[in-house]
């Protein structure tokens, strides 16, 4: 019997109606469209409003997968849903969005690996797939990144924003599919991006929200010199590991922190910017929405057989690359 491989049929994605551009963040902070746009690529970013939660995107992609496919939310066995900003510290998201979008026959967890995180879970999904027992698992990836933002820090807060994006796996023998993957972490590198309160470590407190301790906090110049080398490499060793050339490889997709991280991580590949999928210039960086929102917004785009590299770099320090034999045309 020929394998059973894990593959992406459907995608589905949601980004706020609400922009900010880099003009509005002109007024809030010390800073200039110009030089975001020539650091970081990023032109707008999507805010999610208020009294609105991760789950709340989740599960207008979630929905918008189910209807491609033309399957009902019951059909589901195992939601993941991969968030560093949950709706609540427990539950998980991922009961929030069964409960929400009625997945009566599934169960779920949350997973977090900041922004490696959809990677994390595609391969997570994907195992229970070439298990057998597995025949329909959907992988979130969705931020409100808004919601831990310092809105007075100019070094994080043009960099993000908030989205999310959803596929659907099921079994596939005709090769096509997830083939193979790389996922690495140190948690030697957590000093250089992560939030400091709110955690066991340090439970919030008047002096943690003060001290505004509930944000993001990045070391941008030490976070971008791991994140440059490690993404690169992982995407060259998974081609070498594959035996794939540069003219083997249809699309590169690639975490959308900055352009200058992709542009690398694709002349290290040897590929060509008409290979890479990029959508920074309109969502900037949503953690965990980044992949399945490049999915998403290219899907028309992908054709069955295609050779995509998916890879990332993000917070812990996370890492990895996952090559996917993309399996239809849309
Ligand atoms: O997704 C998770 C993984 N995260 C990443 O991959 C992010 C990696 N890091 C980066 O993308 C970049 O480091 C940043 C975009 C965060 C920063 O770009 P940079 O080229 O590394 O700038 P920098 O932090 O070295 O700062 C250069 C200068 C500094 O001024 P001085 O000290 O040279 O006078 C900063 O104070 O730019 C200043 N600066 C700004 N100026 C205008 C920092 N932020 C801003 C800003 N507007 N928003």
């Known amino acids: 019997m020929s394998k059973i491989q894990a593959a992406i049929t459907a995608v589905g994605g949601y980004v ?4 900010l551009s880099n003009k509005d963040l002109e007024k809030m ?48 066995e195992l939601v993941i849903c991969c968030t560093i900003t949950g709706d609540l510290i427990f539950p998980a998201t991922a009961n929030i969005v069964c409960d929400k979008i009625g997945a009566k026959n599934a169960w779920g967890f949350d997973l977090a690996a900041a922004c490696s995180g959809f990677l994390f879970g595609l391969e997570t999904g994907s195992k229970f797939i070439e298990s057998g027992m597995y025949k329909k698992v959907i992988v979130i990836g969705g931020d409100k990144m808004s919601a831990i933002l310092d809105y007075t820090d100019r070094n994080t807060c043009i960099i ?40 066991s470590l340090k439970p ?10 509930h944000y993001v906090y990045q070391e941008g110049k030490t976070v971008f010199k791991f994140a440059v080398t490690n ?26 922190a900055n352009k200058r991280i992709i542009d690398a991580t694709a002349d290290r590949m040897g590929v060509g910017s008409d290979k890479v999928l990029m959508n ?51």
């Not at 959803?166 to 690495?184: H, K, T, W, Y």
């Not at 919030?204 to 301790?213: D, L």
């Not at 993404?231 to 975490?255: C, F, G, P, T, W």
């Open 231 to 256: 993404m690169a490499e992982v995407s060259k060793e998974i081609m070498d590991r594959n035996n794939l050339q540069s003219e083997d490889i249809n699309y590169l997709v690639a975490h959308q």
């Open 29 to 76: 902070v010390d800073t200039t469209d110009e030089w975001i746009m020539s650091r970081t690529g990023i032109k707008e970013r999507r805010i999610l409003e208020d009294g609105r939660a991760t789950s709340d995107m989740a599960v207008m992609a979630v929905n918008e997968l189910l209807k491609k496919r033309g399957i009902g939310a019951e059909e589901i």
């Open 160 to 199: 993000f924003g908030d989205g999310a994006g959803a596929v659907l796996l099921e079994p596939n023998n005709e090769g096509i599919g997830i083939c193979d993957s790389i996922l690495r972490t140190d948690g030697s590198g957590r000093e250089f991006l992560h939030q400091k309160a709110g955690g």
């Open 16 to 19: 706020p109606e609400k922009i």
């Open 280 to 330: 920074i210039q309109r969502y900037g960086n949503t953690t965990n929405g980044t992949l399945p929102l490049l999915l998403w917004d290219y899907e028309k785009q992908l054709k069955k057989g295609d050779n995509l590299i998916l890879s990332t770099f993000g917070g812990g320090f996370t890492w990895g690359a996952i090559y996917i034999k993309w399996a239809y045309n849309s």
């Open 204 to 213: 919030p407190t008047i002096e943690t929200v003060t001290a505004r301790e």
